[in-house]
Structures are given as C-alpha cells and as structure tokens.
C-alpha cells in the first residue's frame, strides 16, 4: 500500500511560480511511474504530468509543456512538480499518483488547490 500526501499548492498572481511536492509513505516509490493530474471546478479530471521511475524519462500535456517540470527523488520518496509562467486556467486541485509496474495508477493523493488569479 502506498499512501500520497501532495503540499505546496497556494494562491498566485498569473505569471508567477509553484512548487507541488508529492511525499510517499508505505512502499518505497521507485520502481513505479508517477504522476500527477489535476481537475478543476466542473471539469473532468486531466493529465499534466508523468516520470519514469528513474526520473529519466518525462511527458507532460500540451497545455502545460515548456512551463512546468516534473522531477522525482527517489532516495526521499518525493515527486515534485514545478510550475512556472502559471496561467488561471492553471487553477484546479492537484493529484499526485502512482503507477504500479504494468498497471493503472493505483494510488493517488488527496489533493492541493492551486488559484491562479488574474
């Protein structure tokens, strides 16, 4: 079992930065792919980011590439996402979440709200 506790999340102006952190507890982490996604108010939940479990490999949805970065320590069992030139279409609560070998993702977190005023 793998439990997932997402912090970081916060009030913004647009144009400004965040930095989401994903701290996991349980099971050790590194051999699974994680992620991490986001919904906001009235909409379907979505994709925003994914790394292997090496950290050597990274995918990110159109809507956010070339602005947030996903990067993991394997060592602390940490996952972050920084994010930066944020937009209010960025506003949304924020999953963390795993992906066991071979499998879905299994395990996610809880959530952490991000506003990004205009």
């Known amino acids: 079992q793998v439990q997932l506790v997402e912090s970081g999340g916060g009030l913004v102006q647009a144009g400004g930065s965040l930095r989401l952190s994903c701290t996991a507890s349980g099971r050790i982490i590194s051999t699974y792919r994680m992620g991490w996604f986001r919904q906001a108010p009235g909409k379907e939940r979505e994709f925003v980011a994914t790394?292997?479990?090496?950290?050597?490999?990274?995918g990110y949805s159109d809507s956010v590439k070339g602005r947030f970065t996903i990067s993991r320590d394997n060592a602390k069992n940490l996952v972050y996402l920084q994010m930066n030139s944020l937009k209010p279409e960025d506003t949304a609560v924020y999953y963390c979440a795993a992906r066991v070998p071979g499998g879905e993702y299994k395990y996610w977190g809880q959530g952490t709200q991000v506003t990004v005023s205009s």
């Open positions: 790394v292997s479990w090496s950290g050597g490999s990274t």
